[in-house]
């Protein structure tokens, strides 16, 4: 069967392209979600793609990944800077997660520099807009893979 990856985008994302082009690119979510299927598809990968600006929809979405989904990735827009809430559902879920921002965290404003959701992720790609997602299915895939690999070898990883 494919491996599934939840790819959840939080607050405002829904947004994308039609305000501040200068900060978050000109590429609207749904040219991202496209992006991301085709990508997906050439590495055996199938999608479940949400977007939700409410706190306790993801919170939910992040609870019922466990055990459904093989990875996830996960924008949180600004709960990534507020979140305890959706940390505890990431550790709930137990699955590899990949963090992603459209933008460089580190270069903006102090408080965005702080990530709740970072403690309970693989890694983060945060600045290169769009791309960060394929990015994130890249790093998914290859996480996989090497589970698969161990797996099968009898090794623990
Ligand atoms: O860079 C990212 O991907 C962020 O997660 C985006 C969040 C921001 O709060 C984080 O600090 C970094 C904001 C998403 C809002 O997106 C908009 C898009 C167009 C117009 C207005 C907001």
Redesign the pocket.
Known sequence: MTPTVLILN????????????E??GSETLSGIEAACRSHAGRLGLAVDFRQSNHEGELVTWLQEARGRVAGIIL???????TSVAILDALLVAETPTVE??????HK??P??AHSYVSSAAVGMI??FGGH?YLLALDALAHILSAHIVSKDSGKTT
């Open positions: 939080g607050p405002n994302l829904n947004m994308l392209g039609v305000r501040q082009p900060v978050y924008n949180a827009g600004a709960y990534t800077h992603v921002h459209l933008s460089n965290i903006r404003e408080f965005r945060s600045g960060g």
